[in-house]
């Protein structure tokens, strides 16, 4: 048997050093496939989708876990969010569908009447033409947009909700042209309803985040499309409805929109993208500070699952097994194995043929 040289052993053992440090490497790469594993959100029907996140009825539709992550791609970016995961169940009747999502929260934020306070709040997504290329899942792209519907705990719970409120032993300053008397405090619907309007500037600009009166009319979901990052703005038509409920450090939020949107219609036996993000307020999560996820299936029905985008069956890519392999023995094994095939070709190299 032949001795290899000195160089030999050393680039053998470089060879399968660097095996070694690649499968390594990869367990991080693989574990971001495993968070973003494609899992389908089976919508059931139903005579009339439920409104109450507390129905029990909504025991009979199956949960779908889906894993979240923080937003650490673009400004303002955080890089550990409140929500890990949400828990989606999802119903439709002939005419509209309905989602409810739950997840663990700790703290109920609805108040945004004092400074430095954050709501809660959760979003869905879909391409606003899913027969087209599905756009980017971060907000969609310029001329592929997404539509978006967005429930906030303040505009169901503390819609009214003023320093005043929390502050119930303040003094009350005169307020002119609010039409209130001198020494009360004036709510903001004073100024819209008896007052001087073009004194809550962002309301009189038509500012739905300012308006009480636009959003008692919308309700806590409001509908809303973007290209992009940046290009949020509010549908003309608000059709959606909505309702939360926080306990026991938990939020089920149930998110309803009709079937029918402006570009296309969920059928049955089709399978529309869906998105999620969540806002956690006790965490100072707000705008593009938040949990999100990628794509997932929504799919109408039991029938086979086929994309409205492709026309393809979709079957999951799971990385979970292989991460676990390679992270662990199955890496030092892989590594081994090219030291050996390392050193047998440096044999065949240098052995002259018989």
Do not use: C
């Amino acid at each position: 048997m032949k001795i290899l040289d000195q160089g030999t052993s050393r680039r053998s053992i470089l060879a399968g050093g660097v095996i070694a440090v690649l499968a390594l490497m990869a367990r991080p790469i693989l574990k971001t496939t495993e968070a973003q594993t494609v899992a389908t959100i089976q919508a059931v029907p139903v005579a009339q989708v439920p409104t109450d996140p507390e129905d029990a009825f909504w025991s009979k539709a199956q949960p779908a876990r889906i894993p979240l992550l923080p937003q650490s791609i673009v400004l303002p970016r955080i890089e550990d969010a409140g929500a890990k995961s949400v828990t989606v169940r999802a119903m439709y009747d002939d005419e509209r569908i309905a989602l409810r999502v739950d997840w663990e929260d700790p703290e109920r934020d609805v108040d945004l009447g004092t400074l430095l306070q954050y709501r809660d709040a959760v979003a869905i997504q879909f391409p606003e033409n899913p027969s087209q290329i599905t756009p980017s899942f971060m907000m969609g792209q310029q001329g592929s947009g997404v539509t978006i519907y967005h429930w906030k705990s303040d505009w169901q719970f503390s819609r009214l909700h003023d320093v005043d409120e929390a502050y119930p032993n303040m003094y009350g300053d005169w307020y002119p042209f609010s039409e209130v008397e001198a020494g009360e405090m004036p709510e903001s619907t004073d100024y819209i309803t008896a007052g001087r309007k073009e004194f809550l500037t962002a309301a009189a600009a038509g500012n739905a985040i300012a308006d009480p009166e636009v959003q008692e009319k919308t309700g806590p979901v409001q509908k809303v499309r973007a290209e992009g990052f940046g290009s949020i703005e509010p549908e003309e038509v608000q059709d959606a409805a909505g309702k939360g409920a926080w306990g026991e450090g938990r939020w089920r939020i149930v998110i309803s929109l009709p079937r029918i949107q402006s570009k296309f219609r969920f059928e049955e036996k089709a399978t529309v993208p869906m998105a999620l993000a969540v806002w956690d307020g006790s965490r100072d999560e707000r705008n593009g500070q938040k949990a999100f996820s990628n794509w997932h299936d929504l799919r109408l029905g039991t029938a086979p699952e086929i994309s409205l985008t492709t026309g393809l069956r979709k079957v999951p890519i799971s990385g979970g097994a292989l991460a676990g392999f390679l992270g662990g023995i199955g890496g030092l094994a892989l590594a081994a194995i090219a030291a050996v095939i390392g050193l047998r070709m440096q044999r065949s190299r240098r052995e002259p043929p018989e």
